[in-house]
């Protein structure tokens, strides 16, 4: 079974750009979280999607958003960038709330 | 809201010997308990999960970790470690619809 994969790896952006992150589930799962990890932050959630609707978001400001499509694939959108957004995303997937998360290998997003 | 304290943010090893990560959590109800290790350029990966039952844990990779609730802690050891060791290593707690981690503790393992 495949993993959770996500694209791109690595982007680069400048300040004031926007920025959109793709993530694949593992087949069959249907709820998809979304986190931020920082040297100076640790990991901190921004949110989770389930069947399409997002049912928890974290502590962050609404330039952060995100979506889930019918094959439970998600995307989050980063508008108006600014260098402290500079970090590793990552997703992971899971059966069910509470259950297991598995982690994709994230993507590191360098804000210039 | 539940939180974890993760004690030490690096510990050095020589390898064969034991590893002891602590972790210390607190949360108002009975806690769901993880440990996650993160390769360097990877993703976390779940190392072993604790919800109810036994309070002895058994993962991957030789590790195990017992809950003990009088502490509230939630201590990773393996008895030998090996040079892919070396690593990240985040306890977490399930936080209502979330999981919210410790600092993490970097393992350094010497030859």
């Known amino acids: 079974k495949a993993g959770v994969t996500q694209t791109p790896r690595y982007l680069i952006k400048t300040r004031g750009q926007q920025v959109t992150l793709s993530c694949s589930p593992i087949s069959g799962h249907r709820s998809v979280s979304w986190y931020q990890q920082t040297p100076g932050q640790g990991l901190q959630f921004l949110f989770e999607?389930?069947?399409?609707?997002?049912?928890n978001k974290g502590n962050f400001p609404g330039r952060f958003s995100g979506r889930q499509f019918s094959n439970s694939r998600s995307e989050m959108n980063v508008s108006t960038l600014e260098l402290g957004d500079s970090a590793l995303y990552l997703c992971?997937?899971?059966?069910?709330?509470?259950?297991?998360?598995?982690f994709g290998s994230g993507t590191q997003l360098s804000v210039l | 809201a539940q939180s974890v304290t993760q004690l030490g943010s690096h510990v050095s090893v020589s390898e064969g010997a034991l590893v002891l990560l602590r972790c210390n959590y607190s949360s108002s109800v009975p806690p769901y308990l993880f440990w996650y290790v993160q390769y360097p350029n990877q993703g976390l990966q779940l190392l072993l999960k604790?919800?109810?039952?036994?309070?002895l844990v058994k993962g991957i990779n030789g590790f195990e970790a017992e809950f003990k609730k009088s502490e509230t802690s939630f201590h990773l050891t393996k008895p030998s470690a090996h040079m892919s060791d070396a690593a990240e290593y985040f306890c977490a707690v399930s936080d209502d619809y979330k999981l919210s981690f410790g600092a993490g503790t970097t393992v350094t393992v010497r030859a």
């Open positions: 992971a997937s899971s059966t069910e709330l509470n259950e297991k998360l598995f």
């Open positions: 604790y919800t109810t039952g036994a309070t």
């Open positions: 999607y389930f069947s399409e609707t997002q049912r």
